[in-house]
């Protein structure tokens, strides 16, 4: 009797943990390392900057999300961009440059451009300072902001006509703190407005703004945080002076270190340009910096260090680094395992993918996964569309959902609506699949398709045979996708819809994961994220960790 009771409060107590760690299932990957820092964003970090990520290694988040694309010279960089594959607004870069796309560049002429400002901390600002009618930012993240940020580095100039300098850790204007001023916002504005809520007229003028500001990034506090782990010496051999191979062995070819692998082969090019700068003396090697922001860098900090000449050098190439573009392999040298890493896919460059396996082939023990827009639909419709078109009659049956679709017996599907065709081919069928080549591949790196919310969601079926031919064990939706009811495409004119936990539910049933994902202008509402959490989705991209982090949780207390 006594043993049976004692399983009996065994597996209640087991059941109740369950019960408690629900929300805890729920991983939270920062969008971007820590959130977007455009036009619109939050994040008081360069978005997929090394500063960024570090945000995200400090909060102990379980991973992060980032974007990247194919060089001219076939690298791989860590960058959003924009839509039509030009550089976007989180870069000073010049007028020769400004229309250019990133796959005609070549990885070096990339990382020649400085970071610039995030939007949050300039226009963005000022922008809650006037009493916009958008906001995007609660009390809890401008306090971050000014904690966490601005403070740690002191008043910093927003005069746009004015480059801040990088031979202090103060800057002024006014004799105003940024970080004071940032505090007395929060504490006068009641109400808190998104900046989707804008016009897009409106949106565009904002982002236009932010496209000819010209403030660079600077963080001389976090500069101390990082000599400190190049002190360490875990981080030399990973960031060594440019060229050096690094001597850890978990970053070499798995098969003796000779092979030629995608490493060596960038290498040799490096080691010849570090064996020109070891030759330099120090004012040659300050000449030779091209980056003017961070020659003031090494003028106004590194140089001022009691270390030797190769050092000073090494210091200042590591540093660097998080103010630039990085390349993936940089990421992955500087954080290893501390985080997962969500690579989503961009570009029209097929071979990527390709690219990316050759890197990733010296990091096996880590945690990755792959993701793009760019997927075709492969539920042969397509192939079936021109004799569904030929075909005159369309019975009763065909006029309702899909009988052979799970929404068929779902008591939330509604009457069909007029539509084009569903049978159409998909506008993507058109663009680069940037997802084929890493369909079942080698390192066994699971896959997601991402899913757009300004599109209609494909039926069950259609989604469903999509994954299976890219072997996608998940799927990546818009957080607004599920906030009513989802609409689908049905057969040939009808639309199909079905409750947002039906959805959730079928993908769940098939053994798919799911993410949610939050965008460049999407606020994260605590409420949002705290419904997404209940509703049991596997993982969450949010743009702010720390309001991602309190809704977990709080879901995991209750």
């Known amino acids: 009797m006594g043993t049976r009771k004692g399983k009996f409060i065994l597996l209640a107590s087991f059941l109740y943990v369950v019960k408690n760690c629900a929300g805890q299932m729920t991983t939270i990957v920062g969008h971007r390392g820590c959130g977007t820092s455009e036009a619109g964003g939050t994040s008081p970090y360069p978005e997929n900057s090394l500063y960024s990520f570090k945000k995200a290694v400090d909060e102990n988040i379980d991973g992060v999300e980032l974007d990247v694309w194919l060089t001219k010279d076939k690298q791989v960089v860590v960058i959003h961009g924009t839509d039509d594959g030009l550089l976007g607004h989180t870069l000073l870069y010049d007028e020769d440059s400004q229309q250019k796309c990133i796959e005609d560049l070549t990885a070096e002429e990339i990382q020649s451009y400085h970071f610039k ?6 226009k963005g600002r000022r922008f809650y300072q006037q009493g916009s009618t958008a906001s995007g930012v609660s009390t809890v993240e401008m306090e971050n902001v000014a904690t966490n940020h601005t403070e740690r580095e002191g008043i910093i100039s927003h005069n746009d006509n004015n480059v801040c300098s990088c031979s202090s850790g103060h800057h002024h204007q006014g004799g105003h703190s940024h970080g004071l001023r940032v505090k007395t916002l929060v504490k006068n504005e009641e109400e808190q407005v998104k900046f989707a809520t804008l016009s897009r007229s409106e949106k565009l003028r904002k ?50 270190g000779e092979e030629p692998t995608y490493e060596p082969r960038q290498s040799r090019r490096e080691r010849r340009n570090a064996r020109m700068s070891e030759q330099l003396l120090e004012g040659e090697f300050i000449n030779s910096i091209k980056c003017s922001f961070c020659k003031e860098l090494y003028t106004g900090y590194v140089m001022k260090k009691n270390y030797t000449l190769k050092k000073k050098k090494k210091l200042f190439k590591f540093l660097s680094k998080f103010y630039h573009v990085p390349l993936l392999k940089d990421l992955l040298n500087l954080y290893k395992d501390k985080l997962t890493y969500d690579i989503e896919l961009k570009g029209t460059k097929e071979d990527l993918g390709v690219h990316i396996l050759d890197v990733l082939e010296n990091y096996k023990q880590y945690k990755f996964k792959f993701s793009s827009f ?57 663009q680069a699949d940037l997802l084929k080549p890493l369909r079942n591949n080698k390192l066994n790196i699971p896959v997601a398709l991402l899913f757009s919310d300004d599109e209609v969601m494909p039926n069950f079926v259609s989604i469903l045979s999509t994954m299976k031919y890219y072997n996608a064990e998940w799927a990546h939706f818009s957080y607004r996708s599920f906030m009513r009811p989802v609409v689908m495409n049905g057969n040939k004119r009808n639309k199909i819809v079905t409750s947002a936990n039906h959805f959730i539910e079928m993908l769940h049933n098939n053994k ?47």
């Open 512 to 558: 798919k994961k799911i993410m949610i994902y939050w965008g460049t202008e999407d606020k994260d509402e605590y409420e949002d994220l705290l419904l997404y959490i209940k509703m049991g989705v596997d993982s969450i991209c949010p743009n702010n960790i720390d309001v991602a982090r309190q809704a977990r949780l709080h879901a995991s207390s209750e």
């Open 117 to 122: 400002e995030p939007w949050i901390l300039n």
């Open 374 to 430: 760019n997927w075709v639909l492969q539920d042969g419709q397509m192939e079936k569309g021109s004799e569904q078109e030929k075909s005159a009659e369309v019975s009763p049956a065909a006029s309702s959902p899909d009988a052979s679709s799970p929404v068929a017996s779902s008591p939330a599907a509604s009457p069909p609506a007029a539509s084009p065709p569903a049978a159409s081919p998909p506008d993507n069928v058109q």
């Open 207 to 256: 982002k236009m703004e932010y496209a000819d500001y010209g403030q660079p990034y600077i963080n001389m506090e976090e500069n101390e945080e990082l000599e400190k782990l190049f002190n360490e010496g875990s981080l030399q051999g990973s960031f060594s002076e440019e060229g050096e191979q690094s001597s850890q062995g978990e970053e070499q070819p798995s098969q003796g």
